[in-house]
């Protein structure tokens, strides 16, 4: 695993919307979803808005890997739950997206239990 370079991390962290999609078994890629996405601490961070239900995250849970594409970077990456920062997260999409029912969904409890770290390889 390797880290974001300053310039992709800016990149992506600047895009309002990420494409995320699971590897299946065999390799090949799910359907895109568009799902919010923040920086904290040099690291990409995710969460499923409807928790552990989430269809994209449910594949994630099954390979750990996949790809996404935001701020005109695409990059192959792994999926790590990282619990370790939920707080800085939540205060992360409360500055990047505000404070509406929107980011009050993603901050729940049902999408904190799905927080992911995701890192290119």
């Not at 995320?20 to 919010?36: E, F, N, Y």
């Not at 509406?100 to 049902?110: D, F």
């Amino acid at each position: 695993m390797t880290d974001w370079t300053p310039a992709d991390l800016a990149a992506i962290d600047a895009d309002g919307e990420l494409h995320v999609a699971a590897h299946r078994s065999d390799g090949t890629l799910r359907t895109p979803r568009i799902v919010w996405h923040v920086v904290v601490d040099d690291a990409l961070y995710l969460r499923s808005v409807r928790g552990q239900e989430g269809a994209w995250y449910r594949g994630v849970q099954r390979t750990g890997t996949g790809t996404i594409d935001a701020g005109g970077v695409h990059a192959e990456v792994t999926f790590t739950r990282d619990a370790a920062h939920d707080e800085a997260v939540d205060r992360a999409y409360h500055a990047k997206y505000g404070d509406g029912s929107a980011v009050q969904a993603i901050t729940s409890p049902a999408a904190t239990s799905t927080t992911l770290r995701v890192a290119p390889r």
